[in-house]
């Protein structure tokens, strides 16, 4: 079985600064994949950025980037030049392949302000 | 090209009852994924539909059923309705059928709430 835990509940950021979410995982599996998911108040949950797990190389779409540490189970998502589009509940993820379900963290709230 | 499409909106049902919810997948995809996302939480895992059969299940009673189409579209069933049954029904479709470990993205619909009183 796999868990996906989230400890920060709400964070807010300045336009334009940085913040990083935090996100620890526990799985037996040897082959899995991790994602970050964004939900804003549309509801629409969207792909930000995912990582498999035998790639060492952290994974980098924008500017968002992740920080993967394999052997503490950890997959933070680093978000840089924060904009106000940004605001949205991010969820981090984790399944073992295309056929098996997302198991979901509890989610982090991130306000982005002016 | 229309992505994943959910009906309806919004439901408003009473304890006891039951009710179906629908899913149309994004065009080219055979696999269709069922989540519960209760208020404040993450979305948990329904079932997941391939090839018109359930694939995977997640731990959910039998009160949730669901079916697959020849089109690939899909249904949730939930009967006998429990206050605890409100929440934002998610729906997500993939291609299925490439082997345990090919990567295919979920994509997301967006969601039905459903709130039982």
């Known amino acids: 079985a796999q868990t996906v835990t989230q400890s920060q509940p709400e964070m807010s950021v300045q336009e334009a600064e940085t913040v990083t979410l935090s996100c620890t995982y526990d799985?037996?599996?040897?082959?899995?994949?991790l994602f970050w998911y964004k939900q804003p108040p549309s509801r629409q949950m969207i792909l930000v950025i995912r990582?498999?797990?035998?790639?060492?190389q952290n994974a980098t779409e924008n500017r968002f980037s992740v920080n993967f540490q394999k052997a503490a189970k950890s997959f933070s998502l680093k978000i840089s030049d924060s904009q106000l589009g940004d605001t949205a509940m991010y969820f981090c993820a984790s399944n073992t392949g295309t056929a098996s379900k997302l198991t979901f963290g509890t989610g982090t709230r991130l306000q982005v302000t002016l | 090209d229309a992505g994943v499409t959910q009906s309806p909106t919004h439901l408003i049902k009473t304890r006891g009852q039951q009710v179906t919810l629908r899913c149309s997948p994004k065009s080219g995809h055979d696999t269709v994924s069922w989540y519960q996302q209760a208020l404040g939480q993450g979305p948990q895992f329904i079932f997941q539909y391939y090839e018109e059969e359930e694939r995977q299940r997640g731990n959910f009673p039998d009160r949730f059923s669901g079916h697959q189409f020849p089109n690939y579209s899909s249904e949730l069933n939930v009967n006998a309705l429990l206050l605890g049954d409100s929440a934002l029904y998610l729906c997500?479709?993939?291609?299925?059928?490439?082997?345990?470990?090919?990567?295919?993205?979920?994509?997301f619909g967006p969601g039905t709430r459903l709130t039982v009183l």
């Open positions: 799985t037996s599996e040897s082959n899995y994949y």
């Open positions: 997500a479709s993939s291609l299925g059928g490439r082997g345990r470990f090919f990567y295919n993205e979920q994509f």
């Open positions: 990582q498999e797990a035998y790639k060492q």
